[in-house]
T-cell receptor, first 113, second 113 residues
């Protein structure tokens, strides 16, 4: 099955700086890569996603890049704000029917004033 | 729309007891899924359903049963609770035919003593 690794596990940045979270996946047939943000005590919320036929996608201050050859994808947050502090999860939908989403282990992002 | 709702929010069980975690969505989504979240392990797929009457196993299905008699409801049953099932459980649904753009519920925190 699919295996998704995520780094770093914790990330601390100053307000206004950029934050980058990286993930690798194992299944070369994977075709969908979402990123979820989870605030304390809540369920994960989709913030951006990318499909395997696209190399980069942006939505205001967040962007995701995908390198299919290297089997890795990254989340970029620019001009970080305190409300960006949360746990971020990457995930991938593998081949073999495409009905299962595999998550990374999460990154605790802290934006300091 | 209420989105994805889960009940109860908290539950304490004794080893060997059984119970059902409820999940409902009012968005007419075909795909629904159950995940468990444990510290340092991200979210792991327990079971999923691509439509009423159709269910399948995820990554960690042992000890859990599901059924999907209606589009709206997807209950998760713990047959004989064990301490290893202490976790936070999330239900999710998708407007697509697979785990794409999923909406997550607020979660159920389960403790098995």
């Amino acid at each position: 099955g699919e295996n998704v690794e995520q780094h770093p596990s914790t990330l601390s940045v100053q307000e206004g700086d950029s934050a980058v979270i990286k993930c690798t996946y194992s299944d070369s047939a994977s075709n969908y890569f979402p990123w979820y943000k989870q605030e304390l005590g809540k369920g994960p919320q989709l913030i951006i996603d990318i499909r395997s036929n696209v190399g980069e996608k942006k939505d205001q201050r967040i962007a995701v890049t995908l390198n299919k050859t290297a089997k890795h994808f990254s989340l970029h947050i620019t001009e970080t704000q305190p409300e960006d502090s949360a746990v971020y999860f990457c995930a991938a939908v593998g081949g073999g029917g495409g009905n299962k989403l595999t998550f990374g282990t999460g990154t605790q992002l802290k934006v300091e004033l | 729309n209420a989105g994805v709702t889960q009940t109860p929010k908290f539950q304490v069980l004794k080893t060997g007891q059984s119970m059902t975690l409820q999940c409902a969505q009012d968005m007419n989504h075909e795909y629904m899924s159950w995940y468990r979240q444990d510290p340092g392990m991200g979210l792991r797929l327990i079971h999923y359903s691509v439509g009423a009457g159709i269910t399948d196993q995820g990554e960690v299905p042992n000890g859990y049963n599901v059924s999907r008699s209606t589009t709206e409801d997807f209950p998760l049953r713990l047959l004989s609770a064990a301490p290893s099932q202490t976790s936070v459980y999330f239900c999710a649904s998708s407007p697509r035919t697979g785990p794409y753009e999923q909406y997550f519920g607020p979660g159920t925190r389960l403790t098995v003593t």
